[in-house]
T-cell receptor
Framework: DQQVKQNSPSLSVQEGRISILNCDYT??????FLWYKKYPAEGPTFLIS?????DKNEDGRFTVFLNKSAKHLSLHIVPSQPGDSAVYFC????????????FGKGNQVVVIP | DGGITQSPKYLFRKEGQNVTLSCEQNLNHDAMYWYRQDPGQGLRLIYYSQIVNDFQKGDIAEGYSVSREKKESFPLTVTSAQKNPTAFYLC????????????FGPGTRLTVL
């Protein structure tokens, strides 16, 4: 059973525009959420995270929004750049889960110059 | 330069042979993790270790074994009992506290012929 779901597996966006990636989760015990960026044949790189006590966290061009009542989070990238072309994974962990992460299947983002 | 190293980058083995994947970290992290990624899939947890000389099964531990004799090292053995061993294997580390970010190594691509 997939506890973290990322629909719309791929997204194409023009350079300079906003990229919005969505993630839904089912486990109400999750309290920490992360986004990773991954290039082919490389390890994921940590992008940004958010704790369940917040509803927004911003770091440069990246903003993550958390809607706990809807069990939904999103990642906004603005402005999108060609180097942002990658697969983005949403992940979540529970406070009593030994920091185990549950991952979504990923979203492929292509930024068109 | 702190980080996580995995070697080798590419590994080929014949069916029926055991193979050990290396993971080393110098981040002084207590917790280490092994994940597997298959095409179009998210990362799935194989084994994790919160502290030296202790480890737990993840979601897909069958056919794998690990050891944690040193804080810096967490090798993964893919045994002949693993039915579909060809995959991209990723090692990560973190502090063991909930809500802490996991940092990933570059990965090892294992191909079983």
């Amino acid at each position: 059973d997939q506890q973290v779901k990322q629909n719309s597996p791929s997204l194409s966006v023009q350079e300079g525009r906003i990229s919005i990636l969505n993630c839904d989760y089912t486990n109400s015990m999750f309290d920490y959420f992360l986004w990773y960026k991954k290039y082919p044949a490389e390890g994921p790189t940590f992008l940004i995270s958010i704790s369940s006590i917040k509803d927004k966290n911003e770091d440069g061009r990246f903003t993550v929004f958390l809607n706990k009542s809807a069990k939904h989070l999103s990642l906004h990238i603005v402005p999108s750049q060609p180097g942002d072309s990658a697969v983005y994974f949403c992940a979540a962990s529970a406070k009593d889960g030994n920091n185990r992460l549950a991952f979504g299947k990923g979203n492929q983002v292509v930024v068109i110059p | 330069d702190g980080g996580i190293t995995q070697s080798p980058k590419y590994l080929f083995r014949k069916e029926g042979q055991n193979v050990t994947l290396s993971c080393e970290q110098n981040l002084n992290h207590d917790a280490m993790y092994w994940y597997r990624q298959d095409p179009g899939q998210g990362l799935r947890l194989i084994y994790y270790s919160q502290i030296v000389n202790d480890f737990q099964k993840g979601d897909i531990a069958e056919g794998y074994s690990v050891s944690r004799e040193k804080k810096e090292s967490f090798p993964l053995t893919v045994t002949s009992a693993q039915k579909n061993p060809t995959a991209f294997y990723l090692c990560a580390s973190s502090t063991p506290r909930g809500g802490d970010t996991q940092y990933f190594g570059p990965g090892t691509r294992l191909t079983v012929l």
